[in-house]
């Protein structure tokens, strides 16, 4: 198994892709594969705070809730990251989808443009500023993304009841005739994980999206202490999911945790499985993807039951392993949304956790998949440090490796067009649609 090596896209690259001259469109992985040791070489992506929004906004404009376009000490901090002009806020081969810039990281200044400007092209166009709506307490999407109603309330979002005795709590975006792309969210998460923006997002490049809570997480089945199981009984649950929907098969995407369960997901029930694409994660392999001392140590403290202190503390968390877009008040109101939807109990915690580790390595298993697997992982991820993500490519065969530079263990709202086009770019191909 050889090392994953990868190109950097540099200030004045443009790279082909689908036959369109790579000044045409926007970042994506590369047309021409290139091979180390049986690892699929693909584009990396540059690192750009922007903002995407999806079409025009569909609720009333709340100037209390726009985003600060000043000086984040948080980013500003980072290491700075070159952006192409050319290629920042190019579409995601979806013509409603425009991007929203935040702030452009140029050379070695933290840019902020006007509220009004948005870069496309080398060009500068008007566009309404970036908002985060307010109107959704339970879903911290930007204006734009989301649909009028709220979200994840109860009784409005179906539940599966599987034969197991596991109720799942899920919910669907797209036109239902397209195929499905099926969502897992991390350890300590829910299916808000997955904010109804990018849901929208990828909805639009052609999909049906799926999300759902993972056992003990969220609205889904909280089981007593003293319970265990793995990480193939949680893939299990996603069979029973598809079944319940009756979808015969999935492109599933997984995160971190939801990572470990969509790659177990692929390897045991490839007959379910479109495609993979294992974001964030890693192998079993502890010698690959090690947290840093510092996100070892936040990991290590239980979050508290109180919701409010549980939203601090995992806003506290998110700061170590955050994007370079990360922003704390549309993280923190993702996470307050998470503390008044459902704070997961430390034991249904714990045993999410050791789902993902008392199993140990996974790579003969990985080894076996056979489908088209796309591996996603960012150069900021302090949780499960990159390691990870090129360990998974190098031992699932025929695998393709994109790293975000500047993307970490999070889903912050200026990573959503990298995610969402590379996401969108490897199904489709998997389909033979591009």
């Not at 810039?101 to 443009?113: C, F, K, R, S, T």
Request: hydrophobic share 40%.
């Amino acid at each position: 198994m050889g090392d994953a090596v990868l190109h950097e896209l540099g200030s004045s690259g443009h790279v082909a892709q689908g036959g369109v001259p790579g000044d045409q469109i926007g970042l994506g992985v590369e047309d021409q594969e290139a091979r180390c040791g049986g690892v699929h070489v693909v584009q990396q992506y540059s690192g750009q705070a922007v903002t995407p929004g999806v079409g025009t906004g569909r609720h009333p404009t709340d100037p209390v809730a726009a985003p600060r376009l000043g000086y984040d000490p948080q980013v500003g901090g980072r290491a700075v990251l070159t952006v192409d002009p050319h290629v920042a806020g190019a579409g995601l081969h979806v013509p409603a989808v425009q991007f929203r810039v935040g702030a452009l990281l140029l050379g070695h200044e933290h840019i902020h443009p006007e509220p009004d400007q948005v870069v496309e092209r080398g060009r500068v166009q008007l566009v309404e500023a970036p908002v985060v709506d307010v109107g959704h307490g339970r879903d911290a999407s930007p204006d734009g993304f989301a649909p009028p109603e709220p979200a994840s309330e109860d009784g409005w979002v179906p539940i599966a009841s599987l034969p197991s005795g596991i109720n799942l709590c899920h919910e669907t975006f797209g036109d239902p005739s397209d195929p499905v792309v099926l969502l897992m969210h991390g350890l300590g998460s829910q299916l808000l994980l997955w904010e109804e923006g990018f849901c929208e997002g990828l909805a639009a490049t052609g999909f049906r999206v799926v999300r759902y809570d993972q056992r003990d997480s969220g609205r889904s089945t909280i089981l007593e202490e003293g319970a265990s199981y793995t990480l193939s009984d949680m893939a299990l649950d996603a069979v029973g999911l598809l079944d319940h929907l009756e979808f015969a098969d999935v492109h599933v995407v997984g995160l971190s945790l939801g990572g470990m369960t969509a790659q177990v997901l692929a390897a045991e029930h490839p007959q379910r499985c479109r495609s993979l694409v294992s974001m964030a994660s890693h192998t079993g392999d502890r010698r690959f993807g090690r947290a840093t001392d510092q996100a070892r140590d936040a990991m290590g403290v239980a979050v508290p039951e109180d919701p409010v202190l549980a939203a601090k503390k995992n806003l506290a968390d998110r700061r170590i392993w955050a994007s370079v877009w990360h922003d704390d008040d549309h993280a923190g109101s993702v996470f307050a949304a998470y503390a008044e939807r459902s704070v997961q109990p430390h034991h249904a915690w714990r045993r999410q956790a050791r789902a993902a580790y008392d199993g140990g390595s996974r790579e003969d298993l990985l080894a076996t998949i056979r489908i088209p697997t796309l591996v996603l992982h960012g150069t900021a991820d302090t949780l499960i440090t990159p390691s990870g993500g090129e360990r998974t490519a190098a031992v699932i065969p025929e695998a393709d490796l994109v790293l975000v530079n500047g993307w970490g263990h999070d889903l912050a709202p200026g990573a959503w067009p990298y995610l969402i086009d590379a996401i969108s770019t490897h199904c489709h191909r998997a389909d033979g649609t591009i």
